[in-house]
């Protein structure tokens, strides 16, 4: 996930998640809808999983929405990250929005304009669907996303 040059005035949407474990592929498909939505600035990612070595590209952008699947929390939450926060983001993932954030600031110096979209699954078994309850709180995901872009 590398960026090339600079991209201060846009915006990155990282769908995090893996297609192949049913509504764990809800990061992922939230972000291809907004990618089709073909925003001028914006610039999407799809990922499994976030990584250290992303951070870097991440700090390159004016803005960062992480979307990724729950396994708890609200059915659909959309809220600025940030490293005070200690209210433990719901995430699968062993690097956390949170842990990003702190690392951007403590290691970089640097303010990374995080928002983190999450959307409650209940079945991350193995499978390449996306329930009908997911399928439709992504919908309300995705408007929530091209609401916060709008206004940026």
């Given at each position: 996930m590398s960026s090339k040059g600079t991209n201060k005035d846009s915006i990155l949407v990282v769908g995090v998640g893996n297609p192949l474990r049913?509504?764990?592929g809800a990061g992922?498909?939230?972000a291809e809808s907004i990618e089709a939505r073909?925003?001028?600035k914006v610039k999407v990612w799809v990922t499994q999983q976030l990584h250290v070595e992303d951070l870097e590209s991440m700090l390159s952008f004016s803005k960062v929405i992480l979307i990724d699947a729950s396994t708890s929390g609200p059915v659909v939450d959309l809220r600025q990250v940030n490293g005070t926060d200690h209210s433990g983001l719901a995430s699968s993932h062993h690097l956390s929005a949170q842990t990003l954030v702190n690392m951007a600031s403590?290691?970089?110096?640097k303010e990374l304009n995080m928002q983190l979209c999450s959307i409650r699954g209940s079945?991350?078994?193995a499978g390449d669907k996306i329930s009908p309850e997911v399928l439709y709180c992504a919908q309300k995901a995705i408007e929530l996303i091209c609401s916060s872009i709008?206004?940026?």
């Open positions: 049913s509504d764990d992922s498909y939230v073909g925003f001028n403590n290691v970089y110096h079945n991350f078994e709008m206004e940026s």
